[in-house]
């Protein structure tokens, strides 16, 4: 066995090397990163900054091609993760359920998160529906509200967390973000004329990249504390 | 010389790159499936600094039109395309963990090295061999 895994190691080795030869000579041949001529700052991304912030309906650029560039990419990039659960939650599901205890905390650190939780979900919350003017947006606040839900599990085991609400429950929030971007995608539609389409009135976009923004993070969130739950063997949700 | 000056003009490139070739090595030399995951997110998280850093200008703003901000701004689109990224990375992972948890219920370890073996008695469906002894 110990031999075996020599060669192993030597295979594996002689494979990197020659993976990585191919792979500094291609990066050495880019243009020097921070350069303003490099093409990753051409043609497409030039435009998306030349006229992103009024085209697009939001100042955070990033926010503009996710909503609206491409916004096709993100409901693809949301089914994905509500998918993810989906397959998460049926693996576990069939396994059998230890639903193991928490590991007990010091009362300090379990009295200092039961008091920051409420913080951390105002956090989630600012940073969602900032993410058209600031840094943030709905995954990055879905992903504050997650790690709150399981900051929270860890402490008070996932049993409390998951038995706020009902597993149909969770199922539909988890469902969030997908259901918000197919009905902004059929909003669109109507309003515009393309599916995905956002209209070109200022406040109506703004207020319907925010609803966008609301359904991303929820889902999100849901989603990371349904996985959570999958992976620590919870029985409900 | 002139390579020298090249390769410090890239090395946030030639890190990602280095990085990404860890995370290759962990993956294919690690016979702890958790350690293989590990592996994997080490080199995901080599690609998406490698893809951030190309959309990165020297002495930049980061893309938001906003008083206060004035340009050149950092390139939008790799951020969005890393922000896809991370979600599918996060989705593999958790799954990829789950998967574990039923492998260690299933054969009571999570090293490769004995999984394998309990492979060649499948045939006796019963057999204590498949029960995994330290659950």
């Known amino acids: 066995m110990n031999a075996r895994r020599r060669t192993a190691r030597i295979l594996a080795f002689a494979l990197l090397a020659a993976l990585a030869g191919p792979l500094i000579h291609g990066v050495l041949q880019l243009p020097a990163p921070g350069s303003a001529d490099a093409p990753a700052h051409a043609n497409v991304s030039a435009n998306y900054v030349e006229r992103g912030a009024e085209s697009g309906g939001a100042e955070n650029l990033v926010t503009g091609v996710l909503l609206n560039f491409r916004a096709l990419d993100t409901f693809g990039e949301v089914i994905v993760i509500f998918t993810a659960w989906l397959a998460a939650a049926a693996v576990a599901g069939t396994g059998s359920r ?18 920051l939780g409420p913080f951390i979900a105002v956090f989630a919350f600012f940073v969602i529906v900032n993410g058209h003017v600031l840094p943030g947006g709905g995954f990055q606040g879905g992903v504050v509200l997650g790690a709150m839900l399981i900051l929270l599990s860890l402490v008070l085991g996932p049993a409390p967390v998951a038995g706020a609400f009902s597993a149909r429950h969770w199922a539909w929030l988890r469902a969030t973000g997908v259901l918000v971007f197919a009905a902004t995608a059929v909003i669109g539609l109507v309003l515009t004329g393309h599916l995905f389409g956002l209209p070109s009135e200022p406040g109506l976009r703004k207020s319907l990249m925010i609803v966008l923004e609301l359904g991303i993070g929820v889902g999100g969130g849901a989603v990371l504390a349904g996985l959570f739950f999958a992976i620590s063997g919870t029985d409900r949700a | ?5 090249t390769a410090l003009g890239h090395v946030d490139y030639l890190v990602a790159v280095a990085l990404f070739l860890i995370g290759a090595w962990i993956l294919v030399t690690s016979g702890n499936l958790v350690k293989k995951v590990i592996g994997l997110n080490v080199m995901e998280t080599s690609v998406f600094a490698f893809i951030v850093t190309t959309g990165m200008i020297d002495g930049g703003a980061p893309p938001l039109v906003v008083e206060g901000m004035e340009g050149p701004y950092a390139s939008p689109l790799p951020h969005a395309l890393v922000l896809t990224g991370i979600v599918v990375a996060v989705s ?12 260690k219920s299933q054969f009571g370890t999570i090293e490769l090295d004995e999984i394998v073996p ?15 002894n330290d659950d």
């Open chain 1, 98 to 115: 230890s639903g193991r205890r928490a590991i007990p905390v010091s009362p300090v650190v379990d009295y200092v998160i039961r008091a």
């Open chain 2, 1 to 5: 010389m002139n390579v020298l000056a």
């Open chain 2, 92 to 103: 593999i992972t958790s799954l990829a963990l789950v998967l574990i948890l039923r492998v």
């Open chain 2, 118 to 132: 309990t492979d060649e008695v499948r045939g006796a469906e019963d057999s204590d061999a498949i029960g995994g």
